[in-house]
């Protein structure tokens, strides 16, 4: 007797021995996420909860740039703000620099070896640590964890007060910058510099995760009041407002930097033959450069008697001109045409989300390419670069995801926003077509983690996990919700999140609620897996005036089923279907994505025009579906 069942069974078509597909309509919740949820830091609206909290810190720094031994020399007084319900019996200390120094752990090798961030004063809360004890173990370590003999309040306020000396990378000639480094002792791009105060946040606490080389950043809002000791004759470009040009610029430049804002034309602040002590800058040995930025969440600089300095303006909707500098090397010529493409990112990225809310914007050049700090971006002078870099402006720079864990939540999205800045400077619809199928391509790889994964363990695909992925999510929700509605929802989502710290589970909340329906299927399938739908054309069969056509989606995500309908050239008019729309001579129909719940892998769906006969019938015409073979989705073959 089971012999002949398995018999019946092998003589069953492949579709009949399949189970059902379990498809989820709900996404994890983490416990972390859950516990702010009943404490009303969060909501499951995707807005902020009515006792949403974070921590704040504000830096007084002052610097000394040793520009022949190529180090800084710092110290700084941090006040902490805690306004959570939690005393803070520790703080946790980011030392970035030391991912270069050879003891700490790290995930890229990075491309020069230096003695990292030594600490030779350290101060917590009132009481001065041991720092000859300590330093051993902060060496090993991009994280150092100091227990507070006085602990901050809740609700209240504590500082610590830091001196340390940081080794610069030099980064070789043809290897690209490490976020920042220098180029031999001429050209300086300082980033994660100081010893900088860790997140603490509702959802895990103290921010412990290392810095490894791939990840980027998860940093507190804050106010910088940074002075800079500088040789003379440096021109320097930094995060915030530069407080004091008459104490370090000749009259002549300052008289030029009063008039940028007057023009959209790049004017020269300091040209090739002005630089030097007593021409770009005044003269003398030394000169102090104050800056001061508000609301930011990070601070970074580059300085060099070579740059040459531009200036042009980009006018905000909504809060008129403000200044854009950019500082270069002479012989990056191709800079001189870069003011007009950073006016044109500022101000699209200002319409599409909301308005760029900083002073001044600045793009620098040195040994590192392409990284983002706030009002700032060390880039070079392309388009792709330039509006990629300011694009992060909005994502972290205002709305301040943990990159450490979800690079896609600023990486990706701006990746998608891109093309629409793209297009929109070149004059030419933005096009969205193609990229969620693409995603089928690498579906099921064992190399590719979930992009709810710590990015700092992404693995080799962890770039197109990061920057990839989230451009071909958003294609596919504007196949179905439209494009527009996507820019719209996410807009009111960055508004609800501009200066704070919003988690995965709160932008797709957030978009539930603005797209007004309950998308969780599908962001279980894009985030929590790496699925495709991998749809096809089964058959094709005339019945009548009839047409059934049988679909198939082999893979696990979900989709709605488009179809688009050629017709022969002769016969009757064709009478539309009640969920199709005639675009030219083809009629795309439509089947919302509901019609799979069921767990069936194939239907068979009937066109009715009427009459009219049918030529080719496509699936997913505009290709936003994640398919790994699209040879299948044409009848005929």
Do not use: C
Not at 626 to 637: E, G, K, S
């Amino acid at each position: 007797m089971r012999a002949t069942l398995l018999l019946l069974t092998l003589a069953l078509p492949l579709a009949a021995q399949e189970p059902p597909r379990a498809i989820r309509r709900t996404v994890p919740i983490t416990r972390s996420f859950e516990a702010a949820l009943k404490t009303g830091a969060r909501d499951s609206t995707g807005r902020p909860g009515p006792r949403y909290w974070q921590l704040g810190a504000d830096y007084k720094i002052d610097a000394r740039l040793d520009a022949q031994a190529g180090r800084i020399i710092g110290r700084a007084r941090i006040t902490i703000h805690n306004p959570s319900d939690t005393a803070l019996r520790q703080v946790v200390l980011r030392l970035y620099q030391n991912r270069f120094n050879g003891w700490s752990p790290r995930g890229r090798v990075p491309p020069s070896i230096t003695t990292g961030i030594t600490i030779y004063r350290l101060n917590t809360n009132g009481v001065e640590q041991d720092v000859k004890a300590q330093a051993p173990q902060w060496a090993t370590s991009t994280v150092a964890m100091l227990a507070l003999a006085n602990p901050i309040a809740a609700g209240g306020s504590g500082t610590v007060e830091v001196e340390w000396v940081g080794d610069i990378p030099d980064i070789p000639f043809g290897r690209g910058g490490a976020r920042g480094g220098r180029r031999g002792l001429k050209v300086f791009q300082l980033a994660q510099w100081y010893p900088q105060v860790a997140v603490f946040d509702d959802l895990r606490g103290w921010d412990r995760e290392p810095h490894l080389g791939a990840s980027e950043f998860y940093n507190n809002f804050g106010r910088f009041e940074v002075n800079l000791d500088l040789p003379a004759g440096f021109l320097v470009g930094a995060t915030g407002t530069l407080l004091n040009p008459e104490e370090v610029l000749t009259p002549a430049v300052q008289e030029r930097l009063a008039r940028v804002l007057e023009s959209d034309s790049q004017q020269v602040i300091v040209g090739e033959s002005e630089r030097g002590p007593s021409k770009g800058t005044r003269g003398g040995n030394r000169l102090v450069w104050r800056f001061v930025a508000d609301t930011v969440n990070d601070f970074a600089w580059a300085a060099s008697p070579d740059f040459v300095w531009d200036a042009t303006r980009a006018t905000i909707p909504g809060r008129g001109a403000i200044p854009v500098h950019l500082l270069y090397l002479p012989e990056n010529s191709r800079y001189r045409q870069t003011g007009a493409m950073a006016r044109h990112a500022l101000e699209f990225y200002s319409r599409l989300w909301f308005p760029y809310a900083f002073p001044q914007f600045t793009q620098v050049d040195g040994p590192e390419n392409g990284m983002e700090y706030p009002m700032l971006t060390m880039s070079g002078p392309g388009f792709g670069v330039t509006d990629h870099e300011i694009g992060h402006q909005w994502w972290p720079m205002m709305v301040s995801n943990n990159e450490t864990w979800y690079g896609w939540m600023d990486e990706g999205f701006n990746e998608y926003m891109n093309v629409l800045s793209d297009a929109a400077f070149r004059g030419k619809p933005a096009v969205l077509d193609s990229l969620g199928g693409s995603a089928g391509q690498q579906a099921g790889v064992e190399a590719q983690a979930p992009m709810m994964w710590n990015n700092n363990y992404g693995g080799p695909l962890t770039g197109y996990v990061t920057y990839s992925k989230a451009p071909m999510m958003l294609s596919m929700l504007g196949a179905i919700v439209g494009d527009s509605a996507v820019v719209r929802a996410m807009r009111s989502y960055a508004a609800d999140w501009r200066f704070r710290h919003p988690s995965p589970w709160d932008f797709m909340f957030a978009m539930n609620r603005e797209l007004g329906q309950n998308l969780d299927w599908f962001w279980y399938a894009w985030l929590f897996t790496t699925e495709s739908v991998d749809g096809g054309i089964d058959r094709v069969v005339e019945r009548g005036r009839a047409w059934e056509v049988t679909v198939r989606q082999r893979g696990e995500m979900p989709a709605p089923t488009v179809l688009a309908v050629r017709f022969v050239p002769e016969g009757p008019a064709p009478r539309l279907m009640k969920n199709a729309v005639l675009q030219g001579d083809v009629a795309i129909v439509t089947w919302p994505v509901e019609t799979w719940f069921d767990g069936r892998r194939s239907r068979t769906v009937t066109l009715d025009f009427g009459g009219r006969r049918i030529a080719s019938v496509t699936l997913d015409p505009a290709a936003r579906f994640p398919d790994r073979d699209r040879a299948d989705n044409r009848w005929p073959r």
